[in-house]
Nanobody, 116 residues
């Protein structure tokens, strides 16, 4: 059974940093591309960052390029999202995602609030 568990969210001031982590289980983690999404109140869920299985290539939404970094540890079955220079518009629930067996799987999400 695929399980994704996010952690690391919280309240941070503008310009601050947070590190999100996602612990994965129930599938061969190193074989799969992993994604971080976010959903702000009243908005659609959007793709924030992607890291591939082979080689760990990364891709980012334009809104977070240069501020966020996605990484993975295949030995620990974890994927992280380092978020720097946070802005109020980064406020959202952040979700870890994998497509396994042709279906998307999501964690429960972790709230990130950027406010002074």
């Amino acid at each position: 059974q695929v399980q994704l568990v996010e952690s690391g969210g919280g309240l941070v001031q503008p310009g601050g940093s947070l590190r999100l982590s996602c612990a994965a289980s129930g599938f061969t983690f190193s074989w799969y591309t992993m994604n971080w999404y976010r959903q702000a109140p009243g908005k659609e869920r959007e793709l924030v960052a992607v890291i591939t299985n082979i080689g760990g290539s990364t891709n980012y939404a334009d809104s977070v390029k240069g501020r966020f970094t996605i990484s993975r540890d295949n030995a620990k079955n974890t994927v992280a999202l380092q978020m720097n220079s946070l802005k109020p518009e980064d406020t959202a629930v952040y979700y870890c995602n994998v497509v396994w067996g042709g279906l998307p799987y999501w964690g429960q999400g972790t709230q990130v609030t950027v406010s002074s």
